[in-house]
């Protein structure tokens, strides 16, 4: 079985001045019997410190006693250069300040030159990797939640705009019309005029008649309240006619397999949210002439999938965008379902359409 095992390769970066110690290491690692591995030895911490490009290792082995510094020193300056491999410490006497310093400062291990043998530095070696390993992937998964924290706000602050511009340019445009008639009125009951002019009246009712429409479609942006008042399935069905609308040449069929009951609270607005940006998409992006929108509630999962026969694309390609940052639709729904306990899909290649499945485990 043992035989059977690739080989990896091993590249390694040993810093030590003393060069029996070399020569042992060297020997130890001729012993690992999955690694191939390839060793550059440094012996001193001058010639450490003109070494090039970081990146290069997948891991360092550097002593402690390095003249005119030590090794967590240099460990440092390679940190602060970039370098990003694990680095063991190794001492020629176990030293337990010296083994604290190396763990707070980031070392990944810490040996003793005097106990050190074959296994013990293959073992290290090993653990050392993974745990850098894991420490980047968190270091990702920061960073990408740090990149989604300043989306979200940026997603917010324009939101906050685009209503206060709506609430101003309607809202507050009708009001001041109507304030306007409203004055008109009053100064001629101060004039004694005791009739009211029934055109500027009629001109005011209408007017109010617009902004309450235009309200409606305000808040109906901000929460679509026909969610709470009609059920997901109800909305579901005025999402697929506002389609209808925007794209009379496009057939969209839509099968709803669940009742209103079987479809659990929490998910209702994620389902309404990610319907209305697959449709909006397929409406800006794909030029299909086709759609299917499909909800069930099977043997307790629920299935949200929605599907074009228009241009698709290569998710690669679009990540590789410049402006992909600020494209939100694709993100937010992933993150929606996701955020709600569901699974989220899309697969869509050029030519052949783009089909979004989210599913939902529910008891
Ligand atoms: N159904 C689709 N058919 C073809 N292309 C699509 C489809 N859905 C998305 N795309 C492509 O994927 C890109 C990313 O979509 P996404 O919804 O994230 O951003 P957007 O629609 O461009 O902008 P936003 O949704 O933030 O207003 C789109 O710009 C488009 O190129
Ligand atoms: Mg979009």
Same mark, same amino acid.
């Not at 763990?103 to 003793?112: K, N, P, S, V």
């Not at 009708?174 to 009125?185: D, F, I, N, Q, R």
């Given at each position: 079985m043992e035989s059977l095992r690739k080989t990896r390769l091993l590249r390694m970066l040993l810093v030590?001045? !003393?060069e029996d110690d070399y020569l042992i290491f060297r020997d130890m690692l001729s012993e690992f019997k999955n690694w191939e591995v390839q060793? +550059?030895?440094?012996?001193?911490?001058e010639a450490a410190l003109e070494l090039p490009k970081p990146g290069f290792y997948d891991v360092c082995l550097m002593?402690?006693?390095? @003249?005119? =510094?030590? =090794?967590?020193? #240099?460990?440092?300056?390679? +940190?602060? !250069? *970039?370098?990003?491999?694990?680095?063991?410490?190794? %001492?020629?006497? =176990? /030293?337990? @300040?010296? !083994?604290?310093e190396a763990?707070?400062? *980031?070392?990944? /291990?810490? #040996?003793?030159k005097g106990q050190v043998n074959s296994q013990l530095l293959e073992r290290s070696i090993r653990y050392s990797i993974e745990h850098c390993k894991n420490l980047e992937a968190l270091r990702q998964s920061e960073n990408q939640l740090r990149i989604l924290s300043s989306k979200l706000m940026e997603a917010q602050e324009n939101e906050r705009k685009r209503v206060a511009h709506e609430l101003h340019d309607s809202i507050g445009a009708?009001? %001041?019309?109507?304030?306007? *008639?409203?004055?008109?009125?009053v100064t001629r009951a101060g004039e004694g005029k005791r009739c009211l002019d029934g055109a500027v009246l009629g001109q005011l009712t209408s007017t109010v008649e617009a902004t309450i429409k235009d309200l409606k479609r305000i808040y109906g942006n901000l929460r679509p309240l026909i969610l709470d008042d009609l059920g997901i399935l109800a909305a579901m069905r005025s999402l697929v006619r506002q389609f209808? @609308? $925007?794209?009379?040449n496009a057939s969209l069929v839509e099968t709803i397999d669940a009742e209103e009951h079987e479809i659990p609270e929490g998910i209702k607005i994620v389902i309404y949210r990610i319907i209305q940006e697959a449709l909006n998409n397929i409406s800006k992006h794909s !030029?299909?002439? +086709? $759609? @299917?929108?499909a909800l069930s509630n099977k043997r307790g999962i629920v299935l949200l999938s929605i599907r074009d026969n228009g241009r698709g694309f290569d998710l690669r390609e679009i990540l590789m965008e410049d402006d992909h940052r600020h494209k939100l639709g694709l993100q937010s729904m992933k993150e929606r379902a996701e955020l709600s306990g569901g699974a989220f899909t899309i697969v869509s290649s050029k030519g052949k =359409?783009? %089909?979004?499945?989210?599913?939902?485990p529910v008891s």
């Open positions: 030590d001045d !003393d060793l +550059q030895w440094i012996s001193s911490y002593d402690y006693r390095l @003249e005119p =510094g030590n =090794g967590i020193e #240099l460990m440092k300056k390679f +940190q602060k !250069d *970039g370098f990003t491999f694990p680095v063991i410490i190794l %001492t020629s006497h =176990g /030293d337990h @300040e010296v !083994d604290m763990m707070r400062e *980031g070392a990944a /291990d810490f #040996l003793d009708s009001l %001041t019309a109507v304030k306007y *008639g409203l004055e008109l009125e209808r @609308e $925007v794209r009379p !030029d299909a002439d +086709q $759609v @299917e929108l =359409g783009t %089909t979004i499945k989210v599913t939902w």
